[in-house]
């Protein structure tokens, strides 16, 4: 009768993987490098095997420091009835009510800490995510935009790029892409992960200038650099996407979301929203963009805040308005002139990009 079990020699710290054979004497040790005879006589118990602790032996024949360790409890069964009578209750479970309440305490404990600093685990975990899973994710939500076509004048992309490359190079962002969708009705522009940014014809007709534009484009950048998708994916899962991720690698076909999942679940807290818009003033700035236009454009959105009816309501709902994202814009404020973003000509062409004639459907989604 032979079982697995761990041997300490008492003269270095890396146990040996070792056999355990059981006779009438005593117990065999084997292992590659070596063996041992422990005679049932002269074996202690120093450790018993009460959860989680496995069980530890020791030998009054053997070095001092020398010492077993079982984590099978088949094997202390069996070690138990191959000892003689007087000896064997020695090796019998014995349930210490003690022990019991103690770990039960620490795990009382040990989930009372987890639930209330859960919220700094989980974003604090958002660094976990690997880039794959997050370009996966981005390339399923795109899909379901798949019912607006896509506007794309010449002339209006290349406005489009001049506004966003300088935004984007300031962020440290290499691969992007910007998608305009003709809605006239909703306004909305949406981070998706894996370098992605959606902005509805409806967003860029409600601005009244490039600079304003511009301001949106830098809040959905710093949302992307600052990975707040990730945290807002942690918030809404929990670690059960860290423990996928650890059995199946980033094969999690079964998590296809779609853009109705993902307005629901990418909620960003009023700290990612502040901190998105901390960042993208000052991606503004390192573009060479006035700011102004983005503290512009929260104020021109303030006065509908909580109006189911207003044309900005799909808007705030997925970027939810607190005065202390104005009053961090306002310690910014800054009074240095800027050159315009863009020409009154690009800005014009920029505006009329879902001309119907460079309307597009595309199967990139």
């Known amino acids: 009768m032979s079982f697995q ?16 054979e059981l006779t009438r004497e005593g117990l065999h040790i084997r292992w590659a490098q070596g063996h041992q005879f422990w005679p049932f006589k002269e074996i202690r118990i120093k450790q018993e095997p009460v959860l ?34 007087r000896s064997r209750m020695k090796l019998v479970l014995r349930h210490s009510w003690a022990s019991v309440l103690f770990y039960a305490g620490c795990c009382v404990l040990a989930l009372t800490l987890l639930f209330a600093f859960m919220p700094v685990v989980l974003e604090r975990s958002a660094v976990l995510l ?35 490359s300088p935004l984007a ?4 962002i290499e691969t992007y892409e910007v998608y305009v969708l003709q809605d006239r009705n909703f306004v909305n522009a949406l981070a998706i992960p894996g370098g992605h940014i959606v902005v509805f014809q409806a967003l860029i007709h409600i601005t009244d200038s490039p600079e304003q534009l511009a301001g949106v ?69 390192d573009a060479g963009i006035s700011p102004e236009g983005m503290h512009e454009f929260l104020e021109h959105t303030r006065r509908f805040e909580g109006k ?26 800054t009074s240095l002139p800027y050159p315009p973003a863009l020409t009154e000509e ?20």
Request: aromatic share 8%; charged share 25%.
């Open 346 to 365: 690009e800005w014009s062409a920029l505006r009329d990009i879902c001309n119907p004639d460079h309307l597009h459907r595309s199967s990139r989604f």
């Open 217 to 285: 484009l830098a809040h959905e950048i710093a949302h992307l650099k600052q990975r707040h998708s990730a945290k807002a994916i942690m918030r809404d899962t929990g670690m059960s996407i860290l423990l996928r991720l650890a059995f199946s690698g980033t094969n999690l076909s079964g998590d296809v979301i779609n853009f109705g999942d993902f307005s629901q679940r990418m909620t960003y807290s009023r700290q990612d929203e502040t901190e998105a818009d901390v960042v993208g003033y000052q991606l503004l700035l």
């Open 130 to 164: 690997p880039e794959s899973y997050m370009v996966k994710l981005g390339d399923d939500v795109l899909r379901d935009f798949q019912r607006w076509p896509q506007c794309k004048t010449p002339e209006g992309v290349k406005a489009l790029d001049k506004l966003i």
């Open 169 to 172: 190079q300031a962020a440290g």
């Open 5 to 20: 079990a761990r041997y300490f020699d008492g003269l270095q710290s890396k146990p040996y993987n070792v056999t355990l």
């Open 52 to 85: 989680p602790l496995d069980g530890i032996l020791t030998c009054q024949s053997d070095s001092s420091a020398a010492r077993l360790v079982i984590d099978d409890l088949e094997c202390w069964d069996a070690l138990a009835a191959c000892m003689p009578d």
């Open 308 to 333: 189911h009816e207003s044309e900005f309501f799909a808007f705030l709902r997925s970027h939810p308005y607190s005065d202390d994202r104005i009053a961090a814009l306002k310690d910014r404020e």
